[in-house]
């Protein structure tokens, strides 16, 4: 092998052990980003569950004070 060429193989494998750390550090923000994204998502999913439960709530106080107004006008208690 020339000098040259040890020269060469010497820089590429430089060049690859950093991109292997590269690779390794782009990972680990890719899985860190992803568990981000699925903590938002649960965070999300708490919020929409929240503002349907207030939802269903207000929904059933209306519809009770709908059949308390019935009930009266029926002649009934309450």
């Known amino acids: 092998m020339t000098e040259h060429s040890a020269h060469n193989l010497k820089n590429f494998k430089k060049q690859r052990k ?28 708490h919020k929409v569950a929240d503002n349907l439960e207030y939802w269903l709530e207000e929904e059933e106080a209306h519809h009770v004070s709908i059949f308390s107004k019935i009930r009266r006008l029926l002649g009934g208690k309450r």
């Open 18 to 45: 950093a991109l292997k750390i590269r690779l390794k550090a782009a990972q680990r923000e890719v899985h860190e980003l992803k568990a981000e994204l699925e903590k938002l998502r649960m965070e999300e999913q």
